[in-house]
């Protein structure tokens, strides 16, 4: 499980919480003198809202980088030092399995090392930029 994930379980946790404190007279009537607990339950009516909309960030950031070939291909690109047509990465579904592998794309096909494996491609998104050094995070 990736950090965005567990940030997705969380916030579901959260909210599930928030859910039962929908009716602010019953925990009014009950929490006078505490004025922490109070000031708590406060805060977490607007958490459920708040955590909804940031699990919704998450689960956009990520799932989004995958393109579905159905919406939208890639600019057809050389790559300037192999100056070969530019590699993605694809998602491929094929009758008794998916996986993800790095293919070329041009002339408006999928190419694996010279076969077309256009048929096989369901999604692709661009390769990550290159590491730099002090720049992991």
Same mark, same amino acid.
């Given at each position: 499980?990736?950090?965005? +994930? $567990?940030?997705?379980? +969380?916030?579901?946790?959260? @909210?599930?919480?928030?859910?039962?404190?929908?009716?602010?007279?019953?925990?009014?009537?009950?929490? *006078?003198?505490?004025?922490? +607990?109070?000031?708590?339950?406060?805060?977490?009516? =607007?958490?459920?809202?708040? @955590?909804?909309?940031?699990?919704? %960030?998450?689960?956009? *950031?990520?799932?989004? @980088?995958?393109?579905? %070939?159905?919406?939208?291909?890639?600019?057809?690109?050389?790559?300037?030092?192999?100056?070969?047509?530019?590699?993605?990465?694809?998602?491929?579904?094929?009758?008794?399995? +998916?996986?993800?592998?790095?293919?070329?794309? =041009?002339?408006?096909?999928?190419?694996?090392? =010279?076969?077309?494996?256009?048929?096989? %491609?369901?999604?692709? *998104?661009?390769?990550? *930029?290159?590491? $730099?050094?002090?720049?992991?995070?």
């Amino acid at each position: 499980m990736n950090d965005i +994930e $567990k940030a997705i379980e +969380e916030l579901e946790k959260l @909210s599930r919480y928030a859910e039962k404190l929908k009716n602010p007279d019953e925990f009014f009537h009950h929490m *006078q003198g505490h004025t922490t +607990e109070l000031s708590f339950v406060l805060s977490a009516f =607007g958490l459920s809202e708040i @955590s909804k909309s940031i699990k919704k %960030v998450l689960e956009k *950031q990520l799932n989004s @980088s995958w393109i579905p %070939v159905s919406e939208r291909l890639p600019e057809e690109n050389i790559d300037n030092i192999t100056n070969d047509f530019l590699a993605y990465n694809v998602s491929l579904k094929f009758e008794y399995a +998916e996986c993800t592998r790095t293919y070329k794309f =041009g002339r408006g096909k999928w190419w694996n090392h =010279g076969a077309d494996m256009t048929e096989y %491609v369901i999604a692709w *998104q661009p390769l990550p *930029q290159p590491y $730099k050094e002090g720049n992991n995070g």
